[in-house]
């Protein structure tokens, strides 16, 4: 079947994007790792001895940058619901995060374990309605807060993708309300056109405070 112009661009311009070339060239699954790194850098999210949870980690990029910063101890977490080749020194979780019972699973691993940071990158697969879009990113989001808030030790990070749009604001104050400190980051490797961008917030203070968390 032949490709659409549309499709043939695409390609085109992703085959000659830089940070796909430096991921190839060093090793990496996918150029969102430098996102993930270029945050790192900027705010000291990652060290040894780490409990770290990445969620919509296929195709494994964070996870390869996760347990790179880990060093020999502590300990990554990887899950999606697409398969994902392994990563060595990573559980890999398979399943739905949005279904009760790859919750439980992703909370058995973890063993009532505490955790020092989680890091999410999920999103939907795009339908081009945007108000569809938005509310799909959103729920990811809040799924995501919701499980940090059950796992992390007082103290804790978390950075989620989110794309600026109707609910944001909102989305940003509840986690105000739960962590000491909240900013918004749009990595370099974010390509400019692209409505995302990740809230990080450090500080974790130990107990939720929003009636917004939507899953126990």
């Given amino acids: 079947m032949a490709r659409s112009k549309t499709s043939n661009a695409w390609l085109a311009e992703h085959f000659s994007d830089e940070f796909v070339k430096r991921a190839r060239k060093e090793g990496y699954r996918g150029r969102a790792v430098y996102k993930l790194k270029e945050i790192d850098k900027r705010d000291r999210l990652l060290g040894p001895g780490m409990t770290v949870v990445d969620l919509g980690a296929a195709p494994g990029a964070w996870s390869q940058y996760a347990r790179e910063r880990l060093g020999r101890s502590g300990r990554v977490i990887a899950l999606d619901i697409l398969p994902m080749e392994a990563v060595p020194q990573v559980e890999v979780l398979e399943g739905d995060f949005t279904e009760d019972a790859t919750l439980k699973a992703l909370l058995d691993a973890l063993g009532g374990r505490p955790v ?101």
């Avoid at 989680?118 to 809040?142: F, K």
């Avoid at 978390?158 to 309300?177: A, D, P, T």
């Fill in 116 to 216: 020092d940071l989680v890091i999410s990158d999920m999103a939907p697969n795009i339908s081009g309605v945007d108000v569809a879009d938005q509310a799909r990113v959103m729920y990811l989001a809040e799924l995501a807060l919701d499980f940090s808030v059950q796992v992390l030790k007082p103290g804790g990070a978390f950075l989620v993708k989110i794309f600026q749009g109707r609910g944001f604001n909102e989305l940003y104050k509840v986690i105000q309300g739960n962590f000491a400190r909240v900013v918004s980051r749009k990595p370099k490797a974010s390509r400019p056109r692209s409505a995302e961008s990740y809230i990080l917030a450090t500080g974790f203070r130990g107990q939720a405070s929003t009636s917004r968390i939507i899953r126990r």
